[in-house]
């Protein structure tokens, strides 16, 4: 199971999204450190709606995702990006 698809179930089944976004986002930052080709997935984004955040502010709502994901980045996830929202809140995406 790739990076990508181990971080969809984890919040799938931790928070129950109505909308979910995984992005794998290494191939922007091709160069940045020697030797990165921009393969494999280093950095990744995750825009998700679940009203699981109704109520929590933004940092519960970020921690809450880093707690769930400690392992993945643990292992090597270098960036993740978060952007979490309850239903009926504005996203820019």
């Known amino acids: 199971m790739s990076l990508t698809e181990t971080i969809e179930k984890k919040l799938i ?6 909308r979910l976004e995984v992005i794998n986002e290494s191939h922007q930052h091709t160069g940045h450190q020697p030797g990165f080709d921009g393969t ?7 825009r998700i709606v679940s009203s699981a955040f109704a109520g929590m502010s933004r940092v519960a709502r970020h921690r809450a995702i880093n707690d769930l ?7 090597g ?10 239903p009926g809140e504005p ?3």
């Open 69 to 75: 994901l400690k392992p993945e980045l643990d292992a």
């Open 13 to 18: 089944e931790a928070f129950h999204p109505e």
């Open 77 to 86: 996830l270098h960036a993740l990006a978060v952007e979490p929202a309850a």
């Open 91 to 93: 996203t820019r995406w």
């Open 40 to 46: 494999g997935e280093s950095h990744m984004r995750v």
